[in-house]
């Protein structure tokens, strides 16, 4: 009996990653399959994780981005989901706009407004989306998603992408620092 539980919840498993499959696809009128090309949205929500190594420190953190029109928010979060420091991205400025008591608010404004992760926060909604202006090179899979992306200051590699074909899992090489994004939930918004 306890065999025919595992293997019944198999099949369950195997049959509902099926059904999701085909969300990504649709028929065209001659009956070929063609996948949606990446979407560039205006407002959604993303949360997930960030890693990046400098040097021999691992850090990493849970955030939320949160991006309406032509404003962004990066919320960097603590292990009780509350905000540790909330930055404002407008086109090509940072503003800390809620920060913890004890952090050191100019200091952190300090490493924000470095190059290397000024760069990655400005233009972190086109990493995500892949709708970056300048980009050298582009390699995509074969239903049109993009696998890389290369500028001359970073690149992007998407490694996988959910039903509704956004990217859950990315990693961008930026001047010898990777950051590894793994997106949770993504809220797409009208």
Request: net charge positive; proline share 2%; hydrophobic share 35%.
């Amino acid at each position: 009996m306890k065999y025919k539980v595992i293997l019944l919840s198999f099949i369950f498993i195997g049959l509902t990653g099926c059904a999701n499959l085909e969300v990504s696809k649709k028929n065209n009128s001659a009956g070929e399959i063609i996948y949606k090309k990446n979407n560039f949205y205006k407002k959604y929500k993303a949360t997930g994780v960030i890693k990046f190594k400098l040097k021999e420190d691992k850090i990493s953190s849970r955030f939320n981005y949160k991006k309406n029109n032509d404003s962004e928010t990066i919320e960097f979060l603590d292990f009780f989901n509350n905000t540790i420091i909330a930055f404002e991205v407008t086109p090509g400025v940072i503003k800390i706009k809620n920060a913890k008591k004890n952090i050191n608010s100019q200091a952190l404004k300090e490493i924000i407004n470095r190059p290397i992760f000024k760069n990655i926060i400005v233009n972190f909604s086109g990493i995500l989306s892949g709708d970056i202006k300048d980009k050298d090179s582009i390699i995509s899979y074969k239903n049109g998603l993009y696998e890389k992306i290369k500028t001359s200051e970073y690149e992007i590699d998407y490694k996988t992408y959910n039903d509704m074909l956004l990217p859950t899992h990315l990693e961008v090489n930026f001047s010898k620092i990777l950051f590894s994004i793994k997106i949770s939930n993504w809220e797409l918004k009208k």
